[in-house]
C-alpha cells in the first residue's frame, strides 16, 4: 500500500523559511521517477509547485521559482521542498504527489504565512 505523507508547515512571518517533507512507503523510491508538489489556498484549485525527475532535474511554478528548492533522498525515500522568504500568498495546503502504477496524494500539511 502505497503512503505518502507530508510534514514540516506550519505558522511562519513573511520573510521566514520553511522546510517540508513527504516520506514515501510502500513503494520502491528509486523506482519513482517525477515527484511533485501541490498546493492549494482556501477557494482556490490544487496547483502545481515545483516538480524533480529521478535524474535530479527540477522545474518550479513561476510563482515560487527562485524561493523554493524541491529535492529527493532516495537513502530516506523522502521528497523536500525548501522554502524561503515567504509570502502571505504562499499560504495553503501543500501535498506531495507520485505517479507509478497509479496516482498517489498525501494528506497535505498546512503552511500559513502571516503578514
Known amino acids: 500500500q502505497v503512503q505518502l505523507v507530508e510534514s514540516g508547515g506550519g505558522l511562519v512571518q513573511t520573510g521566514g523559511s520553511l522546510r517540508l517533507s513527504c516520506a514515501v512507503s510502500g513503494i520502491r523510491f528509486e523506482e519513482i521517477n517525477e515527484m511533485r508538489w501541490f498546493r492549494q489556498a482556501p477557494g482556490k484549485t490544487r496547483d502545481f509547485v515545483a516538480i524533480i525527475s529521478g535524474g535530479g532535474l527540477t522545474t518550479y511554478a513561476a510563482a515560487v521559482k527562485g524561493r523554493c528548492t524541491i529535492s529527493r533522498d532516495n537513502a530516506k525515500s523522502t521528497v523536500y521542498l525548501d522554502m524561503e522568504d515567504l509570502k502571505p500568498e504562499d499560504t495553503a495546503v501543500y501535498y506531495c504527489?507520485?505517479?507509478?502504477?497509479?496516482?498517489?496524494w498525501g494528506q497535505g500539511t498546512q503552511v500559513t504565512v502571516s503578514s
Open positions: 504527489n507520485i505517479r507509478r502504477f497509479g496516482e498517489f
